[in-house]
Every structure is written in structure tokens, then in C-alpha cells.
């Protein structure tokens, strides 16, 4: 290391560095804020648009349904705009993406029923689905070689905070509950009106950024030599791409589906624990609603602190021992940890146990915001990315379909609540042994530490992935 580049990685940088992450940074957590609102009041969102009387287990089926569409949706936008980020410009498409999820998140709070409810889900997917690979594009190419890593790290790790702030919403929608400020049945549009507003603010702002030179340097060099920006005919048809981008989609693949597919349905187990327990002391209804509101909030706080430090951690030991050790590490604790929320919650004195959930699934995505685009060259770093990180959210879009369709097959015949939720608690156990195909991809993936990134241009350092 130069005598330049000794010291924290956030030394040198100028205060437009400074602006392009803080740019970068808040487009995704305030995404990560519509994320977790969606989350935390889907299943309220669907009592209230569903007709009177539906059972609870065929809202929780619903709810995976909604998820499914919500994932696709975002599977689909971050294809679309990973490329076209490569093609035309990350800033100009991270404003877009923004500016999408942002008014659609809003626009959710107008469903009159499930399924315009779906449909505004999907597109709010697409601009959800696009921000992740422009975002980490964006700061790779902005930012010194020196920096990449420690600021990856920190703005996968600021997404936490949005999550966070999605608890404290859910806690103050819950109190107003409580208090009469708002009816139980129709809160959960206050939460999807609350979350588009930083969002959609935040778009002016970010109207100022400016296309990396990186990226500028790229798109001359790329229509000299012929090779496209952006192009899935480059990025599947080269092999020297389509090795790190099929393998790279598995890794993700495993982490999505963990967590989309059952970590973030710790919030439908907590709320079901919390009112039966209230319900057998013979709570009054209104005050189970407030209170199971207050406490999914808590557990969403918990859950996403703990991402925070998970995200924190990943990216410090991934530059002190490497990517693969610290994946390997992450994928392993995120199994145990998963296994035995679902096996072991009981009530709010376990609320911990979805701290160290957090800790280690988000960790992995932590490692997904350094490593991905370490593994691509400028012309392809958005689509490159974004396919690995999106395109298995195809698969992943069923996770929460099959969750449901396994579950409803171990509670059959199951008559009373504490049987419904005990085969919605084995469900996720099993379910949690997809964190296994991310340590079998991870054997076949290089190892990146300490390596410039690739360009197969003259914009930098050649370096072969493979």
C-alpha cells in the first residue's frame, strides 16, 4: 500500500466522493425503507383489502403471493436497469429507479384490493430492483481503488438504518392504534404514504450527479473496440463473464431466498406469538392490534441492528482474511441462526435470538454490495450485478409461493392456531437449508481480495476472474 493510501479508507476522499456515496447510500436506504414497510404491514394490508372473514393462514398464503410478485417485480427492474445503467448512465438511471419505488410505494396505500394491491407492488419492485446494482456501481467507479471496499461496506450497512426506521414507523402507527388516532384496519396506508416521502425528496437532490469518468472513459472505449455497454450477449456469451455471472447468480440466489423467503416472515411469527398470548389473557382486540404492531416493530429494529453490525463485520473481515473465508463463515451462521429463530421464539424475552438472524443473513449482503462488482469489467459492472443479484430472484419469487404451499401441506388437518403456527415454524426451518447452495457456489468462485478490478478495455488493469 502507498504511502497515499495508509489509513482509513474515507481519508482522501474529496467532498464530491463524499456527495456520490451519500447520494448512492440514501437511494438505497430509503428503498431498504420501502422494503421493510411492505414487510412489516403486508399482512395488515391484506386482512383489510380481503374479504371479511378470511382465515388467517389463507392471508399469510396471500401474503407470500404479494411477496412472490413484489420479487419478480424486482428480479424484472433490476435486469432492465442494471443494463441500461451500463448503457446510458448509473446516475441518470438511479434517479429513475428512485423516483419509481418512491411513487408506487405511495400509490400502494390507494389499493381498494388485493389485486391492485399486487400490481402496485410489482412496479415498485421494478424501481426496487434497479437501485442496488446502480448504486454499487456508481460508488465502484466514483470512488479510489482504496476506498471501494470500506465504502461498499457502509452503504450495504446504511440500508439497515432504513430498515430500522421502518420498526420506528411501525412502533408510532402502533401507538397511534392504541391511542384511537387511527383505525386498525386502514394504518397500514399511513405506513406506505410515510415511507414514499423521503424517498421521492430525495430524487431532486440526486438530479445533480454526475456520470463517473470511469464509466465516461468506458463507453468512448467500448464503441471503439466494438464491445457493448450493457449487453447480456457480452456478459452470457463471453466465457470469461459467464462464469463469474452464473455462479455469482447461485450465491445471491441462496442469500435472497433466506431472506426474503423466510427471515423477513420472522415479523408474521412474532405478531402470531404476541397476540396469542394476548389473546389467551383476554386481551380486547383493538389492544392485540396495537401491540402486535409495537412488538413486530421492535423485532424489525433488532433484526436490522444486528444486519448493521452483520454488514459492518463482513466488510472488516473480508479485507482482513478475504471474500471467500468471510462468505463461508456468514452462509454457515445465517443457517444456524435461521433454524433456530423459527425453532426456538417464544415471546418477547427471545426478541434477541432475531438480532443474530440478522447479524449473519445480512451480513451476506454485505458481501453481495463488495464482491459483485469486483467480479465485472466497467462496460458490464451494472449489468453484471444486477444479474447476479436480481435474476435469481426469479427463483427466489417462489420462495415465499412454496413456503406457503408446504406450510398449508403440514397444517392439514391442523384445526387450532398453535398447530397452524407450528407447521408455519417447521416450514422455515427446512426452508432454511438454502444457505447450503451458497457455500457450493462459493468453491467455484475467485477470490478478489486485494485485485483491481476487471476491464477487458483500455480504461485499466487487465485481470482474468477466472
Not at 73 to 83: N, P, Q, R, V, Y
Not at 296 to 304: A, D, M, W
Amino acid at each position: 500500500m502507498s504511502p497515499d493510501h495508509q489509513g482509513p479508507w474515507w481519508r482522501h476522499l474529496t467532498p464530491y466522493h463524499w456527495f456520490v456515496f451519500a447520494m448512492a447510500s440514501m437511494a438505497w436506504l430509503f428503498d431498504c425503507l420501502d422494503q421493510q414497510i411492505f414487510n412489516l404491514f403486508r399482512q395488515a394490508a391484506l386482512q383489510n383489502l380481503m374479504p371479511e372473514g378470511t382465515d388467517g393462514s389463507v392471508i399469510k398464503t396471500y401474503g407470500g403471493y404479494a411477496t412472490s410478485i413484489f420479487v419478480a417485480g424486482w428480479a424484472t427492474g433490476g435486469l432492465i436497469f442494471g443494463s441500461l445503467g451500463d448503457k446510458y448512465g448509473r446516475a441518470k438511471m438511479l434517479t429513475l429507479t428512485v423516483l419509481l419505488y418512491s411513487v408506487f410505494t405511495g400509490l400502494s396505500a390507494l389499493s381498494t384490493g388485493w389485486l391492485d394491491f399486487a400490481l402496485y407492488r410489482f412496479v415498485t419492485g421494478l424501481g426496487v430492483g434497479g437501485v442496488f446494482g446502480l448504486a454499487v456501481a456508481l460508488v465502484a467507479d466514483s470512488l479510489p481503488e482504496h476506498s471501494r471496499t470500506g465504502a461498499l461496506g457502509l452503504l450495504q450497512a446504511l440500508s439497515a438504518l432504513g430498515n430500522i426506521a421502518a420498526g420506528l414507523i411501525s412502533m408510532w402507527i402502533g401507538k397511534m392504534i392504541t391511542s384511537g388516532g387511527l383505525n386498525p384496519a386502514t394504518a397500514w396506508k399511513m405506513a406506505f404514504l410515510v415511507g414514499a416521502i423521503p424517498a421521492f425528496l430525495c430524487v431532486f437532490i440526486q438530479m445533480r450527479l454526475k456520470e463517473p469518468e470511469k464509466w465516461v472513459k468506458a463507453h468512448a472505449a467500448s464503441r471503439a473496440a466494438g464491445k457493448g455497454m450493457g449487453s447480456y450477449r457480452s456478459l452470457l456469451g463471453e466465457a470469461r463473464w459467464r462464469h463469474p455471472a452464473l455462479l455469482g447468480m447461485l450465491l445471491c440466489i441462496s442469500g435472497v431466498i433466506g431472506l426474503w423467503g423466510i427471515g423477513f416472515f420472522s415479523f408474521e411469527l412474532v405478531g402470531d406469538v404476541i397476540s396469542q398470548s394476548l389473546r389467551a389473557k383476554g386481551t380486547p382486540d383493538t389492544e392485540i392490534a396495537g401491540a402486535a404492531a409495537k412488538w413486530k416493530g421492535i423485532n424489525g429494529i433488532i433484526q436490522n441492528t444486528g444486519a448493521f453490525f452483520g454488514m459492518m463485520s463482513f466488510a472488516w473481515l473480508a479485507q482482513k482474511v478475504g471474500r471467500k473465508p468471510t462468505f463461508a463463515i456468514s452462509y454457515l451462521g445465517a443457517l444456524a441462526a435461521t433454524w433456530g429463530f423459527f425453532s426456538l421464539f417464544g415471546g418477547v424475552k427471545d426478541v434477541w435470538m432475531s438480532g443474530v438472524m440478522g447479524f449473519f443473513q445480512l451480513a451476506l449482503f454485505g458481501g453481495f454490495a463488495i464482491y459483485l462488482p469486483e467480479l465485472f469489467p466497467t462496460r458490464l459492472r451494472s449489468t453484471g450485478t444486477s444479474f447476479c443479484y436480481n435474476v435469481g430472484r426469479f427463483l427466489a419469487a417462489s420462495g415465499p409461493f412454496t413456503m406457503g404451499k408446504v406450510q398449508a401441506a403440514l397444517a392439514q388437518g391442523a384445526e387450532s392456531p398453535e398447530a397452524k403456527l407450528a407447521a408455519f415454524r417447521q416450514t422455515c426451518q427446512w426452508m432454511s437449508l438454502i444457505f447450503l447452495v451458497g457455500l457450493v457456489a462459493l468453491a467455484f468462485l475467485p477470490e478478489t481480495k486485494g485485485k483491481p478490478l476487471p476491464e477487458d478495455l483500455d480504461t485499466g488493469e487487465e485481470f482474468d476472474p477466472a
